[in-house]
């Protein structure tokens, strides 16, 4: 029995990193009849048959896992914004933070393009919620070890809205990987090729990137199946006045003598992650309770 993690999946062969080195598997046949798959990012074990080839015999239980992109295993998501060039909307920022919280996995907040322009407002917003935050440059350098160690030991899944460098960070981090940038794109004089499949790149040790800048956010769908009343859990800074409301019951939206609401106005709670929650829950609370139950 050998243990590892599947780092690639490609036409039907799991390639599965092991202490002793990339084993090629096929997968039993029971996995896809029981509905289950093995993910890139599953920790598994595997036999070798004579001839080398392996087999994923068991896929650990999972810490979490992905359908859009197809990732198990996530520790962190990395949500790369930028303050210039494309602009990030602190919503797309907010709709991944209520998805990292759900999946249990720690969100970390990286504003690319510091070579052009600091992070201002959006560095402000996530630090005062409690994100960690790191301002970096793909162009410089600035800001790249200590982002490097913040994933150390970790799974770390990168995303964000387009144009905002996740290729060019990843290139960065990974030297050896050229993933195609906008860049390079522009140079061959055609479209940015994305891929869809998803790969794990070994940083050492037990640090793993995901590549997926394909991806521009994941599976935002997910939110439709969070109930409204729990939405506000993923909004780690309300914890310390949640139940402080007048109303047991209170929804944090505009209910009179909310500690929540009273939070923004002091200044406390960021007025745009408060935004974000309304309009979140406006979300959640159109789907029916039985496509919740579905889910
Ligand atoms: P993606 O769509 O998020 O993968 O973004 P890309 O990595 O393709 O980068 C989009 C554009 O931004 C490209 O033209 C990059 O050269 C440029 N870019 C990426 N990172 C930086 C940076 O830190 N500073 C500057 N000035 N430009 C950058
Ligand atoms: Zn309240």
């Not at 990012?41 to 004579?50: F, L, Q």
């Not at 990843?170 to 794109?185: I, K, R």
């Not at 007048?246 to 935004?275: N, Y």
Request: hydrophobic share 40%; with cysteine.
């Amino acid at each position: 029995m050998i243990k590892g993690t599947i780092v690639k999946a490609l036409s039907g062969y799991y390639y599965v990193q092991t202490a002793e080195g990339l084993l090629t598997c096929k997968a039993r046949g029971r996995f896809r009849l029981g509905g289950t798959s093995p993910l890139v990012g599953d920790r598994v074990c595997c036999s070798v048959d004579a001839n080398g080839l392996g087999r994923v015999d068991l896929i650990e239980p999972r810490r979490n896992w992905f359908i859009r992109p197809a990732v198990a295993n996530v520790d962190a998501l990395v949500f790369v914004a930028a303050n210039t060039n494309p602009v990030t909307d602190p919503f797309l920022i907010d709709r991944v933070s209520v998805i990292a919280a759900d999946a249990g996995c720690e969100l970390i907040i990286c504003i690319n393009k510091t070579d052009l322009a600091h992070g201002g407002q959006l560095f402000a917003i996530y630090q005062q919620a409690g994100f960690p935050v790191f301002q970096v440059s793909a162009v410089t350098g600035e800001g790249i070890p200590e982002l490097r160690s913040a994933l150390e030991g970790k799974v770390s899944a990168f995303t964000g809205n387009s144009g905002v460098g996740k290729s060019s960070l990843l290139n960065c981090l990974l030297p050896g990987l050229q993933l195609e940038t906008a860049e390079v794109s522009r140079k061959l004089g055609r479209g940015k090729h994305t891929t869809r499949h998803v790969e794990l790149y070994a940083l050492g040790g037990d640090t793993y990137l995901a590549d997926t800048p394909g991806f521009a956010s994941f599976e935002v769908e997910m939110i439709r199946t969070i109930p409204k009343e729990d939405l506000q859990f993923a909004f780690r800074e309300f914890s310390p006045y949640i139940g402080k409301c007048r109303f047991q019951d209170c929804m944090h939206l505009k209910e009179p003598g909310c500690a929540v609401v009273q939070a923004v106005l002091d200044g406390e709670v960021p007025k745009s992650r408060h935004a974000s929650y309304m309009r979140l829950y406006e979300l959640s609370a159109q789907q029916k309770s039985w496509e919740i139950k579905q889910n």
